[in-house]
């Protein structure tokens, strides 16, 4: 066998490893990849849905507060100094029950378009190293301090200009973080 031929199979076989990967994850409640299941001792088609119809893997989001507040100071603030971790978690703090968010820290969060990291279903399911359970821990003790000593609603990294700041009233930069408040 050529060595181009070996080269172009163990490339289409990586793929098809891809494919059954992705598969596997993304749709687990999928039929199987044959098109044929063996049913009462006889061979019958397989649904004829196609995969667009059918029903996907629903995700439901998390609602304890701890792991909540965990999931930002990760996906938002890992590498930000303890200070911009205090911020960050402060802005969901001060976002809670104020007219326009919702009632929960879960809520805040998961609020849509509010957090980026949040638009990825699959990071709903990830757990923060145990380090970010643990501050949010104290920050949920430390809540009322924080809220006070961090006025801030909303924040974006230092590096972009996002339009909606522009409506609202800049407080500091703190690490790779601009924090502003609503007017």
């Avoid at 061979?43 to 667009?52: E, F, V, W």
């Avoid at 995700?59 to 205090?86: D, H, K, S």
């Avoid at 961090?150 to 924040?155: A, K, S, W």
Wanted: glycine share 4%.
């Amino acid at each position: 066998m050529s060595r181009t031929i070996r080269i172009w199979m163990s490339r289409v076989f990586a793929v098809g490893l891809i494919m059954m990967a992705f598969h596997s994850v993304v749709l687990p409640t999928a039929p199987p990849v044959s098109s044929f299941t063996h049913s009462s001792s006889r061979l019958t088609a397989a649904s004829s849905t196609p995969a667009s119809v059918r029903p996907r893997l629903v995700i439901p989001r998390p609602t304890n507060a701890t792991l909540c507040l965990a999931q930002v100071l990760y996906f938002e603030a890992a590498t930000e100094p303890m200070e911009g971790m205090e911020a960050v978690a402060a802005t969901v703090f001060n976002r809670v029950g104020v007219p326009g968010y919702a009632p929960s820290i879960c809520g805040v969060v998961y609020q849509p378009y509010q957090y980026s990291w949040t638009s990825s279903v699959p990071n709903w399911r990830r757990r923060p190293p145990s380090m970010f359970f643990d501050l949010a821990k104290t920050f949920l003790q430390e809540r009322v301090m924080l809220e006070e000593t961090y006025p801030v609603t909303h924040f974006h990294r230092a590096d972009i200009d996002p339009s909606w700041s522009q409506s609202l009233e800049y407080v500091t930069t703190i690490g790779q973080h601009k924090f502003y408040r609503g007017l």
